[in-house]
């Protein structure tokens, strides 16, 4: 190994020790300068499209990830979280076509099962998404999004003791999963539990009390039982 790759091996391990810290902004600045001499690194522009995905610039992200199917990498994750963007941006289409190739490279990877169950939910089809989920279980048992994910879909095809069953596991799994708690309150309040609601929106409460949309939905309650002074103190 010569002086010059040396040196790039050296930074591109500063780069992931900034990563692995969560210190993004200066891994993004790092792998950034690293890039403009070295954009055939193929292991760089992973970091980069995590970065980005960690920062919130899905553009960015995607720009990276598309550089590396360009570069005919051959990889789950990439295509995985190719097609998270694709089902963000509505292009259901091609955000299936991501996560099926995906499968193709590692029929394991139950993150793009997972993708794809929330494809077929956005597309209003609940059962498919719902036999994409339960197929992601059957890899991994114990990842509480799954869950959570399940516990949406039973909702819509109004099987709502399934729906808080799914949703009791989640939290279960991860009791701080604010996601969870809120659904599981929406759920309580439709079927006009209202006590169970109250006592599940103070349980996400506790946990994030800064968290805007379940102030919000619990404003709403707390109104609608003419519960002014809490309700207008959220």
Not at 66 to 77: D, G, K, P, Y
Not at 199 to 216: H, L, R
């Amino acid at each position: 190994m010569n002086s010059s790759t040396k040196t790039k091996q050296k930074q591109l391990d500063k780069v992931i020790s900034l990563y692995q810290n969560k210190q993004l902004l200066q891994a993004k600045k790092s792998a950034e300068k690293l890039f403009l001499s070295d954009k055939q690194n193929l292991t760089l522009l992973m970091l980069l499209g995590a970065i980005s995905q960690g920062l919130g610039e899905k553009e960015k992200e995607k720009e990276y990830l598309l550089t590396l199917v360009e570069l005919n990498v051959q990889a789950s994750a990439v295509y995985n979280d190719l097609g998270n963007i694709y089902s963000d941006e509505s292009e259901y289409v091609l955000a299936k076509k991501m996560f099926k190739h995906s499968l193709e490279l590692d029929k394991n990877y139950y993150f793009a099962y997972n993708g794809l169950g929330l494809v077929y939910f956005r597309e209003n089809d609940a059962i498919s998404a719902i036999k994409m989920y339960e197929k992601s279980l059957e890899i991994r048992n114990d990842f509480d999004k799954t869950y959570n994910n399940l516990g949406n879909a039973y909702k819509v095809i109004n099987n709502f003791q399934k729906a808080k069953e799914m949703y009791l596991t989640c939290l279960e799994l991860k009791p701080n999963n604010i996601s969870a708690y809120s659904n599981l309150a929406k759920l309580y309040k439709d079927e006009e539990m209202f006590d169970m609601a109250r006592d599940t929106y103070e349980k996400a409460i506790s946990i994030d009390k800064d968290n805007p949309e379940v102030a919000f939905d619990y404003g709403l309650l707390c109104l609608s039982s003419y519960d002014y002074l809490k309700g207008f103190n959220l």
